[in-house]
């Protein structure tokens, strides 16, 4: 939170978006809206058509009163703890796997881990087909997050370099990573609130399991692709 306050002493900053499930202990499935300015927040409330489900409200309002001032406190504590563990078995699972930790040191939340080693980098995956220039097809890079999700693992979120959004007359470039250019795939997780270290450890044991089958199915495809060099 220091570090909101310190770039809304020194910039701007007119709203920010906390997800429910990784700061209050709740199911995914919520957010909250909070700034500086009330008239801000205010004025982003009256956009809310007033339909959606109660239950996300409830759940964060239910938990606060369970846990208290103190139980909260003590939990954000522990964040800090599993945080360190958290990076420390990524290092060491994307070092097995020829990867690396990617460094964020400005956030105390999420870790990165970058996928060159299993789909590649921008100039060499694959192109969609029928495209007029080296159009990225990230359907095959983000398979990687549905293996994860079947397996009960959710929270990660795998960033594919290709991928653009029109949303209105903008266009967002590589939607979802944190830059236009960055020409690699990397996987993200976060230290969630009330994670534990059996977690962490069960989350590894899970992402290692994937990533040895995410190569064998990219290694079957290989396989299978018709060799357009060869000649009858």
């Known amino acids: 939170m220091h570090l909101i306050q310190e770039a809304h002493r020194t910039g701007r900053i007119d709203a920010f978006i ?24 205010d004025e982003i409330s009256q956009t809310y058509p007033g339909r959606a489900s109660a239950t996300p409200s409830i759940d964060v309002f239910i938990t606060l009163l369970s846990l208290g001032v103190a139980g909260y406190r003590k939990l954000l ?22 990867e690396r930790l990617l460094q964020t040191k400005n956030n105390p939340i999420s870790v990165a881990v970058s996928l060159v080693s299993v789909v590649g980098d921008a100039t060499k995956l694959k192109t969609v087909a029928g495209s007029d220039g080296d159009e990225l097809d990230p359907t095959q890079t983000t398979e990687l997050g549905s ?6 693992v959710s929270g ?11 949303i209105g007359p903008h266009t967002f470039i590589n939607w979802g990573a944190h830059s236009n250019h ?3 795939a990397y996987l993200t997780a ?5 994670m534990t270290r059996g977690d962490v450890d069960t989350f ?26 060869k000649t009858d």
């Open 77 to 98: 504590a522990q964040r800090k703890d599993i945080y360190e563990y958290l990076s420390a078995g990524l290092l060491s699972l994307a070092s097995s796997h020829g």
């Open 18 to 41: 906390q997800s429910t499930d990784k700061n209050f202990l709740v199911p995914v499935g919520g957010a909250v809206v909070a700034g500086f300015d009330k008239q801000v927040i």
């Open 190 to 194: 976060a230290a969630a609130i009330g």
């Open 204 to 229: 590894l044991k899970r992402l290692d399991k994937v990533l040895l089958k995410f190569k064998r199915k990219q290694r079957d495809r290989q396989d299978n692709t018709p060799n357009e060099d």
């Open 182 to 184: 960055y020409p690699y």
């Open 147 to 152: 293996m994860l999700f079947t397996r009960c």
């Open 156 to 166: 990660t979120r795998v960033v594919a370099p290709g991928s653009d959004r029109n």
